[in-house]
């Protein structure tokens, strides 16, 4: 017992809710590393507490540089957050989020741990100096690329549930 379907009107059915969707998935692309501002203001955040480091500071000025550190990096997560004009449901994001935070992050600090170690012989200044250009470099080479691939999978994910939803 189904109802005849017309196949055209089907079909302008299906582009119409297809079009919305690719301008969401295209949306979620564009700005899935939040642009060079947010990429590089993280860079010169990273940069300036690890070359402060280097200063041989007393225990309490270590950890005032930390507080500032961590807070300057959420406040630029909070504004980059309500700039954002998209915002997708948890469902929507799959394990390559979580993979590509943990990844950078191991990345980033082992970065930081290994040209602190290359770098002990140095004075502390110019040594602190290297560690701060390697680790921000690498920092500026890894998230972007990895945050285009996080978010690129959103749009093949959408296909594979379509094609479920169709299929099935």
């Known amino acids: 017992m189904s109802a ?8 302008q059915d299906l ?24 990429t590089y203001s993280t860079a010169v955040i990273m940069w ?19 507080a500032a550190y961590v807070s300057l990096l959420v406040g630029l997560a909070v504004v980059h957050h309500r700039r954002s004009r998209l915002r997708l449901h948890h469902s929507r994001y799959d394990w390559r989020f979580p993979a590509t935070f943990a990844s950078a992050a191991v990345v980033t600090g082992g970065t930081a741990l290994l040209s602190g170690r290359l770098v002990e012989p140095l004075e502390p200044l110019s040594g602190s100096l290297i560690q ?14 990895a945050n285009r691939w996080a978010a690129g999978s959103l749009r093949g ?10 299929d099935g």
Not at 19 to 27: A, F, K, L, S
Not at 132 to 144: E, H, K, L, N, Y
Not at 157 to 166: D, K, L, M, T
């Open 4 to 11: 005849p379907v017309d196949a055209e009107q089907a079909w």
């Open 15 to 38: 582009q119409r809710i297809r079009v919305p969707q690719e301008r969401v998935y295209d949306e979620v692309e564009r700005s899935a590393s939040g642009g060079p501002a947010a």
């Open 48 to 66: 300036i507490f690890l070359a402060v480091l280097g200063l041989d500071l007393p225990r309490w000025g270590v950890g005032l540089a930390a």
């Open 132 to 145: 701060a250009t390697a680790s921000a470099a690498v920092f500026v080479m890894f998230a972007g690329p």
């Open 157 to 166: 994910r959408g296909v594979r549930e379509a094609r479920a939803g169709r």
